[in-house]
């Protein structure tokens, strides 16, 4: 079985891209609306949602 079309392993990836430019965007003072709009394309992309 091919686990990396699953939601959890879509979630977890995106999570983990989020999480490490997240701590970029705060190191570089990115724009919280430029970084929300990053955050919200990243989730879109793998096709999942950011609700927690």
Known sequence: MDNTNSYDFKL???RGLVSQLGMFAEENDIP???WDS???TIYEFYEVSNER
Request: no cysteine; proline share 0%.
């Open 12 to 14: 977890s990836q995106a």
């Open 32 to 34: 919280k609306d430029l």
């Open 38 to 40: 990053l955050e919200s």
